[in-house]
């Protein structure tokens, strides 16, 4: 049957447009509610997760660049800046002046921002796959446990996700109807996705194999509908590339400061990321790690997590768009141009062998999407009345579970390692350990800042140091420090106890070999499975006892 | 003598396994349990006014750290007194390893500045000494000092290792330690183990009589090599 031609598909009281009127109060009542919900799971007590340590290197550039305004490109590591430059921008509207203001919560509010808007940018498709479609993008992308956790993660990767939904957007309403305005905006996405991170390169190969597949499966006739040479014109195409390099080489130079910066973010992928994404020493996964997990993750007797509901409405999505009759030919095919990108994009980065689990969020956006056209195809396809009210019945169930499972990622599970997205992450030790330890610096008052060593191998004490970016006084080591003083305070990983030994009771002369006790009462572990141990001198926990604490 | 050649292998195999394990024991940092008595303060506590006292845990104390094969030295070593007679019990009492407060476990010297002296019988490094006067209530001993020694008349090598003596009056010193309470967790006392033999713990009185006791002294460490 040719939906074109079913009445309840067409015109704009179809399913496909009921809404499509501006004017369309349901609508927009939903799509505040589901705003709303959105809000809640990304800006909702984002403070009691321990930070992980990617989020503790991000949060300590973001403090340098905001005491000292420094800020200088790594090529190295720690991806693009305009993460800290978003923040650095938030921090001066709110009038947060230095480190001590800055919050964890100030931190994640910067990416649950941008986990908003990239749920708003969904609005923009309404027009083009019709409301219900974009009722279920919202919906997914504010309930899914992958878009909720990473929206209060403070690294890249909610913003690159944004950048990159952006820049797809921008480029199909440009190779649409080509305009001036298009293409600079276009330009400033894909700058933004650049400066966030290398793998901008991914959605862009996507985006580009995609619209090239899909041109090329179109036929003739059908060509002249899209303005494909006018929207690569040269006008266009100069002004992309003028706007492109200006706003990256902005932003890589940290605006003029470090011109470095430039020819790094370009020399990087030779020196760095092409070497890391095929020949990693951690991080290496099967190909079907992201789907598996999705599908199905559970660790143990832990709790079963299942995104699957929007991977099969995606595959119903991907069999609608490219089905001769699966949906109406007005949406075809940019339903089609969305799915050859979502299917890309997840190839691309499943046959990386670098993966970790926040990767998924640039293709998993696009499979969203894909979702929400499945859903709509699904919902057409079902008839008569009391089977689609069956189905409405069974997406609300599923909605439940993901929002449910939303929950348990955000608000009770999130540090413990049967979460799919806890991944490599600190355990509810460090913010105990660090309140502990802060509090005893705090005590040490008379002989000026207490003196506290980390010493862990391979520099593995992340994120401790933006628990103590405010003390003064704190060595961090990989060894142990041979021609340091011992401090009175020490957290140490456990396989450097017997060179601690030999420190604290050897070394000294005899008569300066102090006393030091445990600083926890049980064992602590920075990350499952990874001890630490705290040691502190018998005079150091004795002010810290008639501290009364 | 092919008879005598397995055993004498094996022999200096099992030596060569045991001083391996011993060594590596010593290689590490143990937690050095003590085994506590039980709390035994009794009916209400009177309201003691007592200048630079230190402020009750309110939790158990951590064990200390030291390196693994420290034991107690003290333990039935010969002990001396300047009390010679004490008014009860008997002097060794206080190195016998019996922690409790009740009566027999505990020695009571005379009033005003009165030590005990306990001889390692070997120059030992030590780690840490614990010691318990009395707590059957909770009392502050005055004075309390604690030195290390190479002799048995203190002049060799003389390390004070702890000192509360807030006004001098023992003539150690002023000391910087702050008073406490007795309880059956003993003093915890760090020694930055510093090498010596004979042991002193001196105090004079304390918040209920102007009398001295000890329930137990204990001097953790490790002979020196």
Redesign the interface.
Known sequence: MNLENRPDIRGDRTLFGRFSDPSSRTFFLISLFILIIAALFRFTANDIRPFHGDEAVQGIKFVDLLENGEYRYDPHEYHGPTLVYATLVAAKLLGIPQSSAVTESFLRFIPALFGLLLLLQAFYLRKRLGNFAVLTILLLIALSPAMTFYSRYYIQEMLFACFSGAFLLIIIAHFSRPRLQSAVLAACALALMYTSKETFVLPLSAIITAGGLLWWQLPPEERNNYSVKPALSFKFSVTFLAVFFFISGIFFSSFGDNPQGISDAITTYFSTYLEKGIEHQWHVHPWYYYLGMLFFFQKGDGFIWSEALILLLAAAGTIAAFRKNGLPKRIQTIARFLTLYALLLTLFYSFIPYKTPWNMLCFFHAIIIVAGIGATAIYHHCQPQWLRILLMGAFALGFTHLGYQSYRANFQDYATNTNPHVYGHPTSDVPKAAALINNIAQTDTSAGATHIQFIFPGNDYWPFPWYFRLLPNIGWWSTIPENAPTAPLILAAPEMEKELLNLLYFKPPPGQRHLYLPLFDEAMYLRPGVEMRGYIRQDLWEKYRNKGE | MTHIRPVRLLLTGLLIALLSTTMMAQ???A?IPLELPEALFIGTPGNMDVKNL??P?GKP???????AGTVNLALGKSISSSDEEPVIGEIDLINDDDKEASDGSYVELGPFLQHVTIDLETQA?I??VVVWHYHKQARVYFDVVVQVADDPDFVKNV?TIFNNDIDNSAGFGVGVD?HYVETSEGK?I??????GRYVRFYSAGNTSDDLNHYIEAAVYGKPVK
């Open positions: 290689d590490e940092l937690p230190e402020k845990l104390r951590p064990p200390f750290l030291a390196p490094n780690y840490a390390t702050k915890l760090d020694a930055k183990g510093v090498q």
